[in-house]
């Protein structure tokens, strides 16, 4: 069965970088999914924050543009968050996503999730 785990959350201080790791298994084909990088704050609504489509054309959310990069391993198995200059208000949990075929903005287009790795900037 398809299964994505999140590692790499924690507390940092505002400027700080972190980078979460997404581990993917249970996907034959990953390079022909979409994949993406969420995040929740608490009272807030799910949003996504980073794509990653199957041609590699990456978007941003204008909240972590220049900021964030996401990435995928050669193998497709890992799913990276790179995270730099980071703010008091990107403080939230952290979840990894995967649908197939096209990149969606909406949450609830997504099939595949992982648990969530928090993330604590002050």
């Known amino acids: 069965h398809v299964q994505l785990v999140e590692s790499g959350g924690g507390s940092v201080e505002a400027g700080g970088s972190l980078r979460l790791s997404c581990a993917i298994s249970?996907?034959?084909?990953?390079?022909?999914?979409?994949m993406g990088w969420f995040r929740q704050a608490p009272g807030k609504e799910r949003e996504v924050i980073a794509r990653?489509?199957?041609?590699?054309?990456?978007t941003y959310a204008d909240s972590v543009k220049g900021r964030f990069t996401i990435s995928r391993d050669n193998a497709g198995n890992t799913l990276i968050l790179q995270m730099n200059d980071l703010k008091p208000e990107d403080t939230a949990m952290y979840y990894c996503a995967i649908r197939w075929d096209l990149c969606y903005e909406s949450p609830s287009e997504y099939q595949y999730w992982g648990q969530g790795t928090q993330v604590t900037v002050s």
């Open positions: 249970g996907i034959a084909d990953s390079a022909r999914h979409c």
């Open positions: 990653l489509p199957s041609d590699g054309r990456t």
